[in-house]
């Protein structure tokens, strides 16, 4: 642990000292992007062909393809159309395959993968982090300060797309096991040093392993260096991260924040609620999904979105421009191919599952045509003026939604019921903002309930009218109704701050059954 925390000190001092300049880091994008499909090869020249198990080769092998016949069809059909043409030899790997919950079934063929199956047996984790565990306690990732350094050049095109390179920077982003101090080393790397890392994890929360608080309090001492000491602050009480905001604006007009996306919504409606203005803050959000409602509660106060889309392990995959809906990111496809597969939802819809493959040697997983539990639309943008677009990525994803449905108290339906409830319906009808509000599923005297959790802090109303409201909403589509008769009995409102998870997030749903209980946050 003292070896990996000198190495990401000596890394983050010479990260802030010689930032990447714009110059060389669009060359290098536009170098990548120039060479992704012999990248491709390469990639398969280094880490699939020489090992046997590796779940690329055994799919491969069993397809009958070799390394000329991918060869040709690049040439034929560049780097997408070979991806699908595999894909339809049967070379991908859906979500539930390569979780390990169900053998990978090609024709009489079975195999049987782990997360762990498709590490870079090249790659050197320097340091270990972990993702914010969206539906689960996250996962842990190897980080190797290589790798980082090659995606500061990336983070500056996309800071400077929206005019922020060399802004006033802060975090809120939780400490260790979070991914946060890769963030905090990218942007140093890129010219926006922070000047403040809020977590909404306490560094010294007693129920974490004593080596990762050891390594938070090691943070501590990192001001050495110049990484800036986390503070505790929990999304219900963002008011040091407000004035920290207000403060930057008047020294430069413009700012950062880097933080989860209900933690900044849930600043941007109390700056709403005081009459505080943000122009010129961009908030750079991720971990959550971004909706309608949460981009209308920050630009009522003045703040743009910068919408990141990133998933564990491959990092940052895509980022919004000014120019186009912040739902809706530009791919970031220099470092990465993704296509489509058709294939039906836990509750029999077809959707298009989006398969990702890697192109950088240094990167801790090997992808060909791997699910991650998303799925949505990929479109064609020529003709954005961004400085993204202008650099040639002009795919975008649009609906992006999570293939995992939501199960609670006996009940399924899909994940997006309880989001457009959560965050447009309730607070258009009774007020508050998206994260005022939030269904729980947890255990209560032995039984399964589900619950609407409503923030105290807005006041006496119509509890009868809000369970109302919910039930109206479920029963307009079959799954809903089912959930509605089997919640009937149970579905009860919950005058309390809303759940976060482990990772400081605050999702629409969030299931405690079988869960430690977290205390709400006061």
């Given at each position: 642990m003292v070896g990996q925390g000198w190495r990401l000190a000596r890394t983050y001092r010479d990260l802030s000292r010689h930032p990447v300049g714009l110059d060389e880091a669009m060359w290098h994008v536009t170098e990548q992007r120039a060479a992704r499909t012999e990248r491709l090869v390469v990639q398969l020249d280094q880490q699939v062909w020489p090992f046997i198990d590796s779940p690329t080769r055994r799919l491969l092998s069993w397809a009958g393809v070799e390394r000329g016949d991918i060869v040709a069809l690049l040439a034929d059909g560049g780097l997408e159309g070979a991806l699908e043409s595999l894909r339809d030899q049967g070379v991908y790997v859906a979500y539930e395959e390569y979780l390990g919950t169900v053998p990978a079934i090609r024709g009489s063929a079975s195999f049987d993968f782990r997360p762990d199956d498709f590490r870079n047996r090249l790659f050197k984790a320097d340091y270990m982090t972990s993702s914010g565990g969206t539906r689960s306690g996250g996962t842990t990732t190897g980080s190797n300060l290589t790798h980082l350094r090659s995606q500061c050049g990336p983070r500056l095109v996309q800071l400077a797309t929206w005019d922020i390179d060399g802004a006033p920077t802060a975090l809120w982003r939780p400490v260790f096991p979070g991914s946060a101090i890769t963030s905090v080393l990218q942007l140093a790397g890129a010219g926006n040093r922070p000047e403040r890392w809020f977590s909404q994890v306490d560094p010294r929360e007693r129920a974490m392993a004593p080596h990762k608080r050891l390594a938070n309090r090691g943070l501590g001492f990192a001001g050495v260096v110049g990484i800036p000491r986390p503070r505790h602050v929990p999304m219900s009480a963002p008011e040091p991260?407000?004035?920290?905001?207000?403060?930057?604006?008047?020294?430069?007009?413009?700012?950062?924040?880097?933080?989860?996306?209900?933690?900044?919504?849930?600043?941007?409606?109390?700056?709403?609620?005081?009459?505080?203005?943000?122009?010129?803050?961009?908030?750079?959000?991720?971990?959550?999904?971004?909706?309608?409602?949460?981009?209308?509660?920050?630009?009522?106060?003045?703040?743009?979105?910068?919408?990141?889309y990133a998933f564990s392990p491959l990092g940052r995959a895509g980022f919004s421009c000014p120019f186009g809906e912040p739902e809706e990111p530009h791919l970031w496809d220099s470092e990465r191919a993704v296509v489509t597969r058709r294939r039906p939802r836990a509750d029999g819809v077809e959707v298009d599952a989006f398969c990702w493959t890697t192109l950088v040697s240094d990167a801790p997983a090997v992808w060909l045509n791997v699910e991650n539990d998303d799925y949505g639309v990929l479109a064609r943008d020529d003709d954005c003026s961004c400085l993204m677009g202008r650099l040639g990525f002009s795919t975008r994803f649009r609906q992006i939604r999570s293939l995992s449905k939501v199960v609670a108290g006996g009940g399924t339906l899909p994940g997006e019921v309880l989001q457009r409830l959560a965050e447009e319906e309730l607070p258009r009808r009774f007020g508050g903002s998206p994260t005022d509000y939030q269904f729980v599923e947890e255990e209560v005297d032995g039984s399964t309930v589900v619950s609407v959790r409503v923030d105290p802090r807005l006041g006496s109303m119509d509890e009868g009218a809000v369970l109302e409201a919910v039930s109206q909403t479920l029963v307009r589509s079959e799954e809903g109704m089912l959930a509605e008769r089997l919640w009937s009995s149970t579905l009860r409102l919950v005058r309390t701050t809303p759940v976060t998870t482990a990772g400081g997030k605050m999702l629409p749903f969030e299931s405690l059954v079988g869960a430690r209980r977290p205390v709400p946050e006061r």
């Open positions: 991260v407000l004035a920290w905001v207000e403060d930057a604006l008047r020294r430069e007009g413009r700012a950062l924040l880097q933080g989860l996306t209900s933690s900044v919504t849930r600043l941007g409606a109390m700056a709403g609620e005081r009459g505080v203005r943000l122009d010129g803050l961009v908030g750079s959000l991720s971990g959550e999904p971004l909706t309608p409602a949460k981009v209308a509660v920050l630009a009522s106060a003045g703040a743009r979105v910068a919408n990141s």
